[in-house]
Structure formats: structure tokens, C-alpha cells
């Protein structure tokens, strides 16, 4: 048995996974490409944007927990194929919107149920990779998020001034639901699939994933418990990964959704150029997750304690953020998109935060800790593009710009002092 080698069926997993963040962040963000255009149609000021930007997030992090929560009792398989067709044809919605009101709505409802995504994509990951390949796989996944933002931008660019802004909303959700479907024939845990041997589950197990065989095969699932929710709001340790999340979620955010509208309007690029210059930042932050998650690695491989290996990265890639200041001070479009890679790369090598659930989170709590986590972070998601708005109210920019770059010092400061040692937390 010991000859045989180990099937690679947990790399399919990781592609399929990949996708669906490429299909999340496409979904979420394709309001930023829209969002000049929509604002001249429905005539809607910065403040207006800044809560039609922030709308997915309410939803989005309040619905964390219980996202987590879905995810431990429920797997993953069903779960994930409706959540997606769901979001995505509240993406076509966009398309027939006429108003303010119907614009906040649809991004609500992406919004939940775009929510369990990521515990979902944790749990996937815990369950499919031993411990010392789990920040590269999670770095490989996370990377769809500026890879998919890299190329979508000039590509969702070009699609609207082809087929209009309704149009990209119309093509961008009928992706969605047919990657739904797809997801829901293709995905299997480890121990269900077909395809893996014997030796991959050994070298999975063996290695820190976690499945637990007998457990999966008896069909039992951890049942929610307030005192868990208690235990999972009660940690330091926890508590300086979930600062750290809405400090890195707030650099994400700005590209997420006023970095467009700062090209066009602020910077006064036309629009294609805009989607091109655009994709710079999301390629940087692409380089930076992969250096990230496979410097961590190799570093832990080295025998390096978790807590240089798994934190340096984070760190540095905060601090690196604080950078985005630097564009106050340029004027020619080159230096400003300089200013911008150098924070979005810094933003992409402190991504391997997920990391930081699987190896701190009470081993039956992954979808609950990566819930909260989750919604810790989600909130920047409310709360950053609001903040914006109000802040770019008298046509300067750059308040916006030194509010990003001061959250993403709060993040390194709370790495390096909350978070402490890496280790397991008990349940009890």
C-alpha cells in the first residue's frame, strides 16, 4: 500500500475553489466598474454611491456567523450551489434596476448570500490539506480575488462600453448561475470522493487535515451551542486577528469600490485607460498573496516557530499598505498607480490572515471562529465605503486616502501585541 502514490485530487478542489472566489469578487466588484455610469443615470451623489457601495456589506457581515454555523452543520456541497445561483441572479437583477432603493436591495441580497463563502472555502480547505500546505492553498485561493480583479477589470471595462452598464451585470450573474450548477456535480468531501486514494487521505490526515472518518461517515455534524459563540468572542487572540481583518478589509474595500471612481473622476483618466490602469494594483496584490502564502510555507517547512512564519508576512504586508498616502502627493497617473501597487501588494501579503482561523480556532468551532473572523472583517465592508463618501464630499480625495493608510497601521499594530503566540485554542 506504502508504493502507491498519492492521488492530487486536492489541487481540482483548489481550482474549483478558486473559481468561485474569481465568481464572488466579479459579483461583488462589478458594481465599482458600473458605478460612474450609474451615478450620472440615476443621478446619485458620492454620499448616495458611498451607501449604494456599502449595501453588500450589511448583509455580508451580519450574516457571517450564521454563515459559519451553516457551514459546519450543513458541509459545503448543497450549501454552496445555492448560495451562488442565488447571488448570481440577484446580479442579473442589477440589470433592471430604475432607482436608488432597487440598487440598495439587490446589493443587500448578494450580500447574504454571498456570506458563508469564505467559511465555506475554509472548511474546504482544513478538510482537503494538511497544516503545512494550507497557506499556499489558501494564498492560491484568495489569489482568484485579485487575479480575477486584474483581468476583470479591463475586461468588465470593455464589456460595459459594449453592452452598457446594464449588460455587464446581465453576463456577469448568468456566469454565476451556471458555475452554481457545475459546483454542485463536481464538489465531494475527501472522504466521498471518487477519485482519491488511500494515500492521499493518509497523507491529508496525517498531516493536520481535518477529517475526522468516522465522524463524516456517521453523518455527524457539531451542533451550535451559545457558550461556543461565548468561547469564540472571549480570546485575545482572536480578538487581534479580528481587529487585524477589518484594518486589511479596509485597504480591500477602497479598490473594491471607489478605486474606479478615484481614476475617473478624481484623477480624471478616461474610462478604458482607467480599467487598465486599474488592473496594476489587483496584479500587484496577486503577486503579493502568492509570495505570501508560499514564503509561509517554505518558512514553516524550515522548522520556523508559526508565529514568525505565519506573521511576518501579515505584518509587513500591513505596514507596506500605509504607503497608499504616497498618492497624495503625486500628480503624474504612473506615480499615483506606484502609490497604489506598492499598498495593494502590501494588502495581498498579509491575505493569508485565514491562516490564522485554522490554526488558532477551537478544532470543532472552524466554521464558527471563521464566521466571526469573517464578519469582523465584513463590517470594514460597511462601514469604509460610508466613511468614504462622506470624507470625499468637497471633491478632495486625499482624507480618504490617509483614513486607508491609518487602518492599515491599527492592523500591524494588533498582529504584533493581540495575537501573541500561535497556538490551538481549547473548546472548553
Known sequence: KNNIAATRVRYSILAAVFINVVINYMDRSNISVAGSMISKELDLDSVSMGYVFSAFGWTYASLQIPGGILADRYGVRLLY????????????????VTGFAALIILRVLIGAFEAPSYPM?????????????????????????????????????????????????????????????????????????????????????NGGGLLNRKKESNGEHTTFQWQHLGRVLSNQKLWGIYLGQFCLNGTLLFFLTWFPK???????????KSGLYASVPFLSAFVGVLFSGFLSDYLVKRKLSPGIARKAPVVMGLLLSVSIIGANYVTEPKWVIFFMSLAFFGNGLASITWVFVSLLAPKKLLGLTGGTFNFM???????????????????DFSPALIFIGCLAFIGAVSYIFLVGK???????
Not at 479591463?154 to 450573474?173: D, E, H
Not at 478615484?262 to 478604458?272: C, T
Not at 500561535?422 to 472548553?428: L, P, V
Open 262 to 272: 478615484y481614476l475617473v473622476e478624481y484623477r480624471k483618466l478616461d474610462f478604458i
Open 422 to 428: 500561535i497556538e490551538r485554542i481549547g473548546i472548553q
Open 121 to 205: 472555502n475554509n472548511r474546504i480547505v482544513t478538510s482537503w490539506f494538511p497544516e503545512n500546505e494550507r497557506a499556499s492553498a489558501i494564498a492560491m485561493y484568495t489569489s482568484g480575488q485579485f487575479i480575477g480583479l486584474a483581468f476583470l477589470t479591463p475586461a468588465l471595462t470593455m464589456i460595459q462600453v459594449y453592452a452598457g452598464w446594464r449588460g455587464l451585470f446581465f453576463i456577469t450573474g448568468i456566469i454565476g448561475v451556471v458555475w452554481g450548477i457545475t459546483w454542485y456535480f463536481f464538489y465531494r468531501s475527501p472522504t466521498e470522493h471518487a477519485g482519491i486514494n488511500e494515500a492521499e487521505l493518509e497523507h491529508i490526515e
Open 81 to 96: 450551489s445555492i448560495t451562488l445561483i442565488i447571488w448570481s441572479l440577484a446580479t442579473i437583477g442589477l440589470g433592471f
Open 377 to 395: 472583517g465584513g463590517l470594514a465592508s460597511i462601514i469604509v465605503p460610508i466613511v468614504i463618501g462622506y470624507l470625499v464630499k468637497g471633491g
